[in-house]
């Protein structure tokens, strides 16, 4: 039997949303006969994540193989107040996380160069050589002229102590009687804006039974999931009159809220993908679709020049400085944060908000946007400016 080969072109450490995105687009390029690993501790057989996105269509790596699921109108609700907006031409779409890794998997199935290692990565250094070497806990060292790492390290957080993370907790739930409104997706409900913590609750509903329904906290303390389950249970309760309901998929998750670089690569051989490389917008934690306009990127450029290669997630300047302005406020200022969010969404078009929020607006109609919000939150912000 011929020993398997330990030295590749592209090999991807981390196969969550990134690595499979980053696999997605080089099978659908000029380089799709490079040889490839990927390393990953997991088989990725369990629907463990939500991903949402908004466009006018769905994006060409959404799954095919499954129901596309969208929503055409969002809710931000504060108290008893809500405002619901029309999306015009865009809507917001849904992906079940086991149907992404399914289609990516399957796809793999079709490149025998592609080759996948369930491992777990301990170690990823430069050698004298100029190629980089992977240390797996087999005992394994692999080899590849370029590595793309999406698995983060216990120091990537700047401080770890006092950076700000969305933590949250879901579940989906099929209810014994119709609650939901099943044309519109609830981005933010805020029950009060008198705490010393931003909470609040998100609503994916599916069906008039049926919806992922989340708890989501704004803290830079470690936080038990467990402990945040009786306060789901109760808006359950409370809010949507469901004392009984089955849960059917269960999710929870720590999102680094911060405009500061996730991390740096010691070697100009291994690029940053994910979170680690910034792509989770700091204000509001969403991932996906930046992932996919820095994967996109890598591969142009690796299709141009692999000698020059330099693919770093680089954001314009200015929404990090709005970003930080919201992250000021989320820290010195919480019980303020739902109405910055509801006043910004009862101001201006639903079309306009999220494009604004996918860093995807031009600066003039960022300046409309923006002029039509109350500004002493803001001036306070930024009178007592810092970087989160």
């Not at 945040?228 to 009159?241: D, F, H, K, Q, S």
Request: charge should be neutral.
């Amino acid at each position: 039997m011929t020993a398997p080969n330990l030295t590749y072109d592209f090999v991807i450490t981390g196969f969550g949303c990134a690595g499979m995105s980053l696999v997605h687009y080089l099978l659908t390029s000029s380089l799709k006969n490079a040889s490839i690993l990927v390393i990953d501790s997991s088989t990725k057989t369990v629907n463990d994540r939500t991903w949402c996105y908004w466009a006018e269509k769905p994006l060409e790596i959404h799954p095919k193989n499954s129901p596309i699921i969208h929503w055409e109108n969002i809710s931000i609700r504060l108290g008893n107040r809500e405002v619901k907006k029309q999306l015009g031409g865009l809507k917001y779409f849904h992906i079940k996380s086991s149907d992404f890794y399914s289609e990516i998997k399957e796809r793999i199935q079709e490149h025998p160069n592609v080759r996948v290692v369930k491992d777990f990565v301990c170690e990823i250094k430069e050698n004298a050589f100029g190629q980089v070497s992977i240390i797996t806990e087999q005992g394994t060292r692999y080899s590849g002229r370029k590595v793309f790492n999406s698995i983060p390290d216990s120091g990537f957080l700047r401080p770890e102590s006092t950076a700000l993370k969305q933590v949250f907790v879901g579940w989906k739930i099929k209810t014994p009687r119709a609650c939901f409104d099943k044309s519109t997706a609830v981005m933010m409900n805020f029950l009060s804006d008198s705490n010393d913590k931003t909470d609040f609750f998100y609503l994916l509903p599916f069906s008039e039974t049926e919806a992922l329904v989340e708890y989501t906290v704004f803290s830079t303390e470690k936080m038990d999931y467990r402990d945040m389950e009786p306060t789901l249970r109760r808006y359950i309760a409370e809010n949507l009159g469901q004392e009984t309901f089955e849960v059917t998929f269960q999710e929870e998750g720590s999102i680094p809220m911060t405009t500061f670089a996730a991390a740096k690569s010691s070697s100009p051989h291994v690029t940053l993908l994910g979170t680690l490389a910034g792509c989770s917008k700091a204000s509001t934690g969403y991932t996906f679709h930046t992932i996919q306009k820095h994967c996109k990127s890598i591969v142009e450029q690796l299709e141009r020049s692999q000698e020059s290669f330099e693919a770093s997630w680089e954001r314009k300047r200015r929404f990090a400085f709005y970003d930080n302005i919201i992250l000021n406020i989320a820290k010195k200022w919480p019980n303020a944060l739902p109405g910055v969010f509801f006043n910004l969404f009862e101001t201006n078009s639903g079309t306009e908000i999220l494009r604004f929020l996918n860093e995807e607006s031009n600066f003039l109609g960022e300046l409309k946007l923006l002029s039509r919000l109350k500004f002493s939150i803001f001036i306070k912000s930024l009178l007592h400016y810092e970087k989160h």
